[in-house]
């Protein structure tokens, strides 16, 4: 018989896994994020509008273990909605780290998410390559939203009946212009989206970098 050859995204969860086991143990993992006293100024989320970016660092385990993949200090992202003068995340979200205990899609208070942030990881940007891009990006991240995806836990860019946090922004940029905006890292087989895309001042513009340093590569350290 022929030796078997694992899926590379089963590599990469397994990879995640033992990661995530190896930081903590299982009753934790629903409190293992980090709550910072973070807060957006009012004035800035004034200015905020539907479609913008918003991209932060967690700090649970799997968060860790992300960063250890693609070697960025961010691990999480979603899409801003803004409804007169309520703004909402919609994001994709493992079960074992939303404080709803929901797996996949769905909405989050911008002060909430923002909240969740570790070490003052956090940014917002706007995509200004097309005009009425925003409305364009929040209706897709509405219509993900009520399809309830479930959370892509083997990270399979290929796949579209389940979905991860970046996954959520490149398909709504797909659907929006058909085309991928995303720079991809390629380890093994699986294709990374790497939030580096977000500092091409030609496509973004910064609206917002609790951090002020320009996203950059960086080695990370997974630390138990």
Do not use: W
Not at 7 to 16: E, G, T, V
Not at 23 to 44: F, G, K, M, Q, Y
Not at 84 to 94: E, G, K, P, Q
């Amino acid at each position: 018989m022929g030796r078997l050859n694992p899926s590379p995204f089963i590599l990469l969860y397994i990879i995640l896994v033992l990661a995530v086991l190896n930081a903590c143990n299982t009753d934790r993992l629903r409190h293992i994020e980090t709550i910072n006293l973070v807060a957006i100024p009012s004035a800035i989320k004034n200015s905020f509008k539907s479609g913008d970016i918003i991209v932060r660092k967690g700090g649970g385990a799997l968060s860790y273990a992300i960063m250890n993949t693609t070697k960025e200090p961010y691990s999480h992202c979603g899409i801003i909605v803004r409804n007169h003068d309520s703004l909402t995340v919609i994001h994709a979200i493992a079960d074992i780290l939303s404080e709803s205990n929901e797996d996949g899609v769905q909405a989050i208070s911008l002060n909430n998410f923002v909240r969740l942030t570790t070490d003052s990881m956090l940014f917002v940007c706007r995509p200004i390559f097309e005009d009425s891009l925003g409305i364009k990006l929040a209706n897709e991240a509405i219509i993900m939203l009520n399809k309830k995806l479930p959370y892509d836990h083997r990270y399979n860019l290929s796949s579209e009946n389940k979905i991860y946090c970046s996954e959520l922004i490149y398909r709504a940029f797909l659907n929006a212009t058909g085309q991928n905006v995303f720079k991809i890292k390629k380890v093994g087989k699986l294709d990374i989206l790497l939030f580096e895309t977000f500092n091409d001042t030609t496509k973004f513009k910064m609206l917002y970098n609790l951090n002020g340093s320009k996203l950059k590569s960086v080695k990370m350290e997974f630390k138990p």
